[in-house]
């Protein structure tokens, strides 16, 4: 379930929005992740909604599975918070301030989050593209499940940092193996996709690595 203090970065009239699922972290950080995209474009015809969700182990996960670090598992609330982005979130966002172009909605995340935009693309053509920066794809069974659907979001950018397949745990270190096939599945399947290196393990940076993948949107795919 999503908590409905949406904060609105930007112009909120663009008809180009980008929806971050966030958690308290997250908001802390987006007075730099703001300063980011703006480093990282060249455009302020943007729009960025950050969604608090409440519980991040439930709220962001297609399916249950055992606990990977700590003795919190992990739910199904994926396919409710969705529909509550379709149906509620993007509907407060307003209609845009152009009665001429179609407004484009992207969905952002890190962490679970990131895995969630993913399986979110996977769900619905609603999402013109997916930014998921150091995605949760070591998720058991995410990778059969990429296989086996095809994503519907034209447009895909990943991230991973590369220290982060360096951990003893030994399900997280599969993430790197795991967002490598990753994006080969998303080259067949989408028009548009992208796998960007950052220095640095998973806590390095997550403001800067979602700034990465809006501006790639925004700039048309191309990496600055």
């Not at 992208?194 to 800067?208: I, K, Q, V, Y």
């Amino acid at each position: 379930m999503v908590n409905k203090n949406i904060t609105v970065f930007g112009d909120a009239a663009s008809d180009c929005i980008f929806i971050q699922m966030v958690d308290e972290h997250d908001l802390k950080l987006m007075e730099g992740e703001i300063a980011a995209i703006k480093e990282y474009t060249n455009t302020t015809d943007w729009c960025l909604a950050a969604v608090p969700v409440r519980n991040w182990n439930q709220d962001l996960t297609p399916w249950k599975a055992a606990p990977v670090f700590g003795r919190q598992g992990f739910g199904d609330g994926a396919e409710c918070t969705l529909r509550e982005v379709l149906e509620s979130v993007i509907p407060s966002l307003g209609q845009g301030g152009s009665s001429h172009a179609e407004r484009r909605y992207y969905l952002c995340g890190y962490s679970l989050a990131g895995l969630f935009a993913l399986w979110a693309g996977y769900w619905t053509n609603s999402f013109a593209g997916i930014v998921a920066a150091s995605p949760s794809v070591w998720y058991p069974d995410w990778i059969d499940y990429a296989r086996a659907n095809r994503i519907q979001s034209p447009a895909v950018y990943l991230s991973l940092g590369d220290r982060e397949e360096k951990t003893k745990n030994p399900v997280m270190a599969t993430v790197g193996n795991a967002i490598r096939e990753m994006h080969e599945i998303l080259k067949t399947s989408c028009t548009s996709s992208c796998l960007e290196w950052n220095p640095g393990n998973h806590f390095a940076d997550s403001d800067r690595r979602i700034a990465k993948g809006i501006a790639w949107m925004l700039n048309k795919g191309k990496l600055q």
